[in-house]
């Protein structure tokens, strides 16, 4: 296969791709855009690849091109005195959240993130266990630079806590798989961690009713935990009200493992009920208060019931990784989301080719 | 038939209206720019605003939504004629106390949704000083902000879900109380377009629980520098109140005249200083916030004895804009945002600039997000004051982008800054906005010549857009 000489020259080693597809490593707006102006210019599909964490939503195309954000992974500016930082599209999260910690910050990021990036977790709307009472992902994206399709670098937002300065690209593009752009720069909005923090073993979840807004209360297949950070006095009265076994710090759970992984979106009042529905060996490990329940199971016996009932109180049951061709027939996100026709023509002024990531997004987008 | 007979078959005689006096009511927003509608209509159901957007593209006019019309960036002035739609009569307020959510209708005045929630423990968060009178589809358009957005967000943050009707009068219903809702989040872009993609009927809001505690703390200072640096402070710290507003002492002594709200007019400045949640965190983080206060030479530390002086102290945070009626008959207020450690720097080049105008600005702001709120006073029938004004506060903004900041922190771009976006933008993101806009609205029939500038899509040579009207300033 042929190249242009400006794209071979970005070619890059990247485990796990097959010789015939073209494995590149930008590390510029510039090198970025002229990928995709390449990839748009002779349709080829261009698979984006953070950490490599999120990459069993949907029903992606096979790649042509894979284009890794490896080199996107500095810090460009880290005000800590204005709680906000800015990063590359591939920056690592546990490296962000390890240099915020040092200065007592967060960007409020998945916990667990293994190898996602920042990047990657806004792409797939990746959001924190602590979204309860910190909120989600989105809510922590100021400024995103992207470089759309069609390879146009375009930058949306600001670098400021509080902004209504035109249209509200940067929370458009949480949840998108890149089909606006690859993200390459993104400021976040970080919060201060406070000095106490409590991880409470309850035998019941109501018994978090006594404690106004907890960070988290999480339960899983073997724990049920609230979750309390605040001063030293407030995490201690709170903490003694509780009167569960105390774990020092925050102790998170990971989510559940398994060869099939699901993510089910219930209305926060039907979790409980959502966890007694789940097909016999399905492991969980739920959000309490938002409805966010991540699964896994080692088949897909009992999907099809799941994912009625939750579409029937208007949730979801979501695919999130699946052996090659394991679920034929069954749509990886469920019933298309409204107003298809509009997201496709939105989509369509940003990657008009449709190259970046086709498929991942629910409806076939 | 006419566009005005076409409306009345689909609504209704009385809630249409087209007599010069009313339409004069519905010219303009709480803006300064004035524009002039073919008509108004009063719609009360989703169905209706459906009819009144095909009627309206059937006719290529312009349609302008609008709630209580209290905006300060001419979003809702139809600058380009056509129809004003005003949700005032979309009232509705469905209650989830289990999900703490609620459908609420597009008219819903902002402070009634919080009153009625109050019974069931709960509250809508954002809190715009103009809360007593604007509404839900005005909050949602404008993503509007407030005092204690520093902590819970703004107004996206707090909708779940929206029913809008877009183009065509195709009805959607967007978003839900189950998390994530899959594809893009078309929801998300409709909060804060200012109705230039559709019109927002009803949303679907979070509420949040009622605080078990709080403490209200108001402290004086000797210099505006000394309570800003004291905000700069608190946010480096690592230390987020779930509101931090400054009051200067013009607007003091212009609040303290009409509501006796209890503030210190012999000080340069003032600090209202909010925490929330359980007793034990409130008492350390108010001793926390005196003793940086203290450090910074504050004169004075107040707390709120109870419920009633705390209302006392908010009433006066948020009628100040009112109170600046008794000093000139016209005030033009700004909205910006900076960082926060810029602060300081910020506000005395806001002054200077003042100065050298010959102007009265009075400030009253939203210190802990870094969003300012100079507000200028003058009487505009004075020979080339308008023009003044406008100069003074074009300077202010440009002080505010040179620190690093943003055209707008919560009221919207609208008519008025909209030819200001080129000083944040390139004309690549502009275009990108364009194209968002195209679209959702390929007539280009929602609320025109809002937010963009003239020629924003790239290549748009012949475009509908035109310059800001002659005239169109009042």
Redesign the interface.
């Known amino acids: 296969m042929t190249h242009p000489g400006d794209i071979m020259r970005l070619e890059a080693e990247i485990a796990g791709v097959p010789a015939d597809v073209l494995a590149v490593a930008p590390s510029t707006n510039d090198e970025v855009a002229s990928v995709l102006r390449y990839a748009s210019d002779s349709n080829k599909v261009v698979d984006v690849l953070g950490g490599g964490t999120h990459h069993g939503y949907g029903s992606p195309r096979q790649p042509e091109i894979v284009l890794s954000m490896g080199r996107f992974d500095q810090t460009e500016a880290w005000?800590?005195?204005?709680?906000?930082v800015v990063v590359g599209g591939g920056m690592p999260i546990e490296r962000l959240e390890g240099m915020l910690a040092e200065?007592?910050?967060t960007a409020v990021l998945p916990e667990v993130p293994g190898s996602s990036t920042v990047g990657g977790a806004i792409s797939a709307?990746m959001?924190s266990l602590r979204?309860g009472r910190l909120?989600?992902t989105?809510?922590r994206v100021l400024e995103v630079t992207?470089v759309?399709g069609d390879g146009?670098?375009?930058?949306?937002g600001?670098?400021?806590?509080?902004?209504?300065?035109?249209?509200?690209?940067p929370?458009?593009v949480?949840?998108?798989f890149g089909?606006l752009g690859v993200i390459t720069s993104i400021c976040l909005k970080l919060?201060?961690?406070?000095p106490a923090a409590m991880t409470v073993i309850v035998d019941d979840v109501s018994a978090a009713d006594v404690?106004?807004?907890p960070l988290a209360v999480l339960e899983s297949d073997d724990r049920k935990a609230v979750f309390i950070w605040?001063?030293e006095?407030?995490v201690?009265?709170?903490s003694g009200r509780l009167r569960g076994e105390e774990i020092p710090g925050l102790d998170w759970p990971v989510d559940p493992a398994g060869s099939l992984r699901w993510?089910l979106?219930?209305?926060?009042?039907n979790t409980s009920e959502a966890i007694a529905k789940l097909p016999g060996g399905w492991r969980y490990l739920a959000v309490h208060g938002?409805?966010?329940i991540r699964l896994a199971s080692d088949s897909r016996q009992g999907a099809g019931a799941l994912r009625s009932w939750?579409e029937g109180?208007?949730?979801?049951l979501?695919v999130t990784e699946s052996p090659p061709a394991s679920l034929p027939d069954f749509d990886p996100?469920?019933e298309?989301?409204?107003?298809?026709e509009?997201?496709r023509?939105?989509?369509?002024?940003?990657d008009p080719r449709r190259i970046i990531n086709p498929g991942r997004?629910?409806?076939g987008? | 038939m006419s566009l005005v007979d076409d409306l009345r078959s689909a609504l209704s005689h009385d809630r249409v209206l087209e007599e010069p006096l009313e339409l004069h009511l519905y010219s303009k927003d709480a803006s300064m720019m004035r524009g002039e509608a073919t008509c108004v209509v009063l719609t009360e159901t989703t169905d209706e605003v459906a009819a009144v957007v095909r009627i309206a593209e059937d006719h290529r006019v312009p349609i302008v939504a609008r709630g209580a019309g209290t905006g300060l960036t001419a979003g809702a002035s139809p600058t380009e004629g056509g129809i004003v739609l005003s949700t005032t009569l979309m009232n509705d307020i469905e209650i989830d106390v289990d999900n703490r959510t609620a459908w609420v209708g597009a008219g819903v005045i902002n402070l009634d949704l919080s009153t009625y929630a109050e019974p069931y423990g709960l509250h809508f968060a954002p809190d715009p000083s103009s809360q007593s009178v604007c509404t839900i589809g005005g909050n949602v358009a404008n993503n509007s902000g407030g005092a204690h957005c520093l902590a819970e967000g703004a107004t996206t943050s707090h909708v779940l879900g929206l029913e809008v009707v877009l183009a065509g009068g195709e009805v959607v219903v967007l978003g839900g109380e189950a998390p994530d809702s899959p594809g893009l989040d078309i929801k998300g872009i409709i909060v804060g377009s200012e109705g230039t993609l559709g019109i927002v009927t009803s949303a679907l809001v979070r509420l949040l629980p009622l605080d078990p505690d709080v403490r209200t703390l108001l402290i004086d200072f000797e210099t505006m520098e000394e309570a800003t640096q004291t905000v700069s402070d608190m946010i480096a710290a690592g230390f987020v109140p779930a509101a931090l507003e400054i009051m200067d002492q013009k607007m003091m002594v212009a609040v303290e005249n009409w509501l006796h709200a209890g503030f210190p007019t012999d000080a340069a400045a003032m600090l209202l200083a909010e925490v929330v949640g359980e007793t034990e965190a409130v008492t350390a983080e108010a001793a926390l916030i005196s003793e940086m206060a203290y450090k910074n030479n504050a004169r004075g530390v107040e707390l709120a004895e109870d419920e009633a002086h705390r209302a006392k102290l908010w009433k006066g945070r948020k009628s100040a804009f009112g109170a600046l009626a008794q000093i000139s008959p016209d005030y033009y207020l700004h909205d910006t945002v900076v960082p926060r450690s810029r602060l300081v720097e910020t506000m005395d080049e806001v002054q200077q600039i003042a100065d050298r105008y010959g102007l009265d600005v009075y400030n009253v702001f939203h210190a802990g997000d870094g969003n300012l709120h100079p507000l200028i006073s003058f009487d505009a029938s004075e020979e080339g004051m308008l023009d003044k004004v406008q100069r003074a506060g074009e300077e202010m903004v440009a002080a505010c982008l040179r620190n690093g900041g943003a055209l707008s922190g919560e009221h919207g771009i609208g008519l008025e800054k909209r030819d200001m976006m080129r000083a944040s933008f390139t004309e690549l993101d502009l275009d990108a906005q364009a194209r968002l806009k195209e679209a959702f609205d390929p007539e280009g029939l929602f609320n025109p010549a809002k937010i963009l500038p003239e020629g924003s899509r790239c290549f748009d040579f012949g475009g509908t857009r035109r310059p800001i009207p002659e005239g169109a300033w009042v």
């Open positions: 005000n800590p005195e204005d709680l906000t200065r007592s910050q709307g959001s979204r909120y989600g989105r809510e992207l759309t146009r670098v375009v930058r949306a600001g670098r400021v806590v509080k902004n209504v300065t035109g249209y509200d690209l929370r458009l949480v949840g998108a089909s919060w201060p961690v406070p404690v106004s807004r605040g001063t006095s407030e201690e009265a709170v993510s979106r219930v209305p926060p009042a938002v409805g966010d939750a109180i208007g949730g979801r979501v996100w469920g298309p989301p409204p107003a298809i509009l997201q023509r939105v989509i369509a002024q940003f997004l629910a409806g987008l």
